[in-house]
């Protein structure tokens, strides 16, 4: 049986192995496929039974060239870059991996919240170039440091990913309130659920831990950002498209918005003309939060469960049944 990785580099750069896939048939990685290029998709797939992609396209095209394919796999909870629909019409049952970045994910996202508050990576940078050497003081800081203590965090969404946010926010000593359509017991431990704009009024700090869906694309808008605190923190390290980037980069210049973190992009590699380039205090970092290498073997290993379930005539984590 052949098996190809069509983009495999993000997931293992070097330090993991594919000996768990390398025993389940004939594999073969491709490090990049192109992400436009349907025709490199299609020829690197050839007649092989099982696709494993990340960010590479299958298309209803790819998948109508490739009759042999049975069964794709995705390295990562999206899988908005496969036509699920037309691959659950031909039959091909497409796997997931639900669950793995909660740790690295929601740890990246009070990274992000940090280093707004500190500014550590700055300051340091400062005293390699000799200002503290030269300061006529003992200490000094550039950017207005701030506690977190007492402040409200407003998490949207409140999946695994959020709740271990909420974890982290309340051992900051910080009140956590929380809007997610779906409630429960191991949410309300951790947070005080509330209606959105409720959320968006009483939050010093919004954090974005949510799926792509319809309903929150483009939620973070300028009419949205018009109901939260002036000097409000926003968070987003879950995708890009939840936020209208013209709407936040006006937000931040005019200083309604005090800060930003953010690990993606409505457009991944981010363009140059992306507004937040030129926004005023604005992190962005390229979409690695989940990319420790104890979440990206969590990957590794529910992907050869996905394989070896769906070999035995029994997949699992499937997003088209």
């Known amino acids: 049986m052949k098996i190809v990785v069509l983009d495999g ?62 069964f794709i796999a995705m390295l990562a909870t999206g899988y908005n870059v496969v036509d699920v629909a037309y691959a659950k019409e031909q039959g091909i049952p497409v796997s997931n991996v639900p669950v793995y970045g909660t740790y690295s994910v929601s740890q990246f996202a009070i990274a992000l919240l940090l280093e707004i508050c500190h500014h550590i990576g700055h300051h340091s940078q400062t005293v390699f170039e000799g200002k503290w050497e030269h300061c006529q003081d003992w200490c000094y800081w550039d950017y207005p440091l701030i506690e977190l203590d007492g402040k409200t965090m407003g998490l949207i969404g409140l999946g695994n ?24 017991d191991a949410g309300r431990k951790v947070a005080e659920y509330v209606e959105l704009d409720t959320l968006f009024a009483e939050s010093d700090v919004i954090v974005v831990h949510m799926p792509l ?11 949205n950002i018009a109901k939260m605190k002036d000097g409000v923190i926003f968070i987003n390290n879950s995708r890009g498209q939840i936020v209208i980037e013209k709407d936040l980069a006006d937000a931040l210049n005019s200083g309604k918005v005090a800060a930003a973190g953010l690990d993606v992009v409505s457009t991944e590699p981010i363009r140059g003309d992306n507004p937040l380039l030129k926004a005023k205090n604005c992190i962005i970092t390229p979409h690695m939060s989940w990319g420790a290498k104890e979440s990206r073997q969590r990957i590794m290993d529910c992907t050869i469960a996905n394989m070896q379930a769906y070999i035995k005539g029994a997949p699992i984590n499937v997003v088209n049944p």
């Open 213 to 223: 869906l319809p309903f929150n694309t483009g939620l973070i808008n300028k009419e």
């Open 9 to 70: 580099y993000t997931e293992n750069p070097g330090d993991l192995s594919w000996e768990g896939l390398e025993k389940l048939g004939e594999l073969t990685v491709y490090d990049r496929t192109s992400l436009t290029d349907e025709n490199e998709a299609i020829a690197r797939i050839g007649d092989a039974e099982i696709v494993l992609t990340n960010k590479t396209p299958i298309t209803k095209r790819v998948i109508d060239a490739c009759p042999n394919m049975k």
């Open 161 to 184: 990913i959020g709740r271990h946010t909420a974890q982290i926010a309340g051992a900051l000593g910080m009140r956590v309130i929380a809007y997610d359509a779906w409630q429960n």
